[in-house]
């Protein structure tokens, strides 16, 4: 197989934008972008980042804690830093209940070392959740090679005249509508 068509396959599917964080071996805060993150489990609390064997951060999250910061809709010079196109200004830093985290996320997921596995060309990095943050801001998102904002799913011209419109009409989801049945006819 190909590997960009392989790369262009795996680019359908929208993700959000995540930089790991930790500290190198000098105790400093370290980070890389990556989209390859998952949710595993509730119990026992479990969270998945995939990070490039090639990477410095896969080299500094072996048996360490570490942070999934999700990036927020205005963090992309954030996610462009990360990836090895350092910005003008550095991010801002703070301190985290495992590992060092960024400020102005969407959320942070704050983890210990549970488990990691062969993935090929990259490393599979389970943590344990011990801490999460969520501020409330909108995410960062990433389909097709591009960076990509949330907005509102459009449902059709059709419905935005119409009473009938499930958004803005007369009736909401808690609406109950019971059927006739054996209505006299005029």
Not at 72 to 92: C, I, K, N, S, Y
Request: hydrophobic fraction near 40%.
């Amino acid at each position: 197989m190909e590997p960009r068509e392989l790369r262009d396959a795996f680019g359908q599917f929208a993700t959000g934008v995540t930089v790991v964080t930790c500290t190198n071996e000098e105790g400093e805060p370290h980070g890389a972008t990556v989209n390859a993150f998952t949710a595993v489990s509730l119990d026992p609390p479990l969270a998945q980042v995939t990070l490039g064997r090639t990477s410095k951060a896969c080299q500094f999250l072996d048996g360490r804690p570490f942070a999934i910061n999700v990036l927020a809709a205005d963090q992309l010079d954030v996610a462009w830093h990360f990836a090895g196109r350092p910005a003008a200004e550095t991010p801002a830093w703070a301190v985290g209940h495992t590992a060092p985290v960024l400020e102005g996320t969407a959320a942070t997921i704050s983890c210990r070392p549970w488990r990691t596995y062969d993935g090929g060309d990259h490393l599979i990095v389970i943590g344990e959740v011990e801490e999460v943050r969520i501020p409330g801001r909108d995410p960062l998102l990433f389909h097709g090679g591009v960076f990509r904002h949330l907005s509102p799913l459009e449902i059709g011209v059709a419905w935005n005249g119409s009473i009938d419109n499930p958004d803005h009409g007369w009736f909401d989801a808690t609406a109950q509508f019971t059927p006739l049945g054996n209505a006299t006819r005029v």
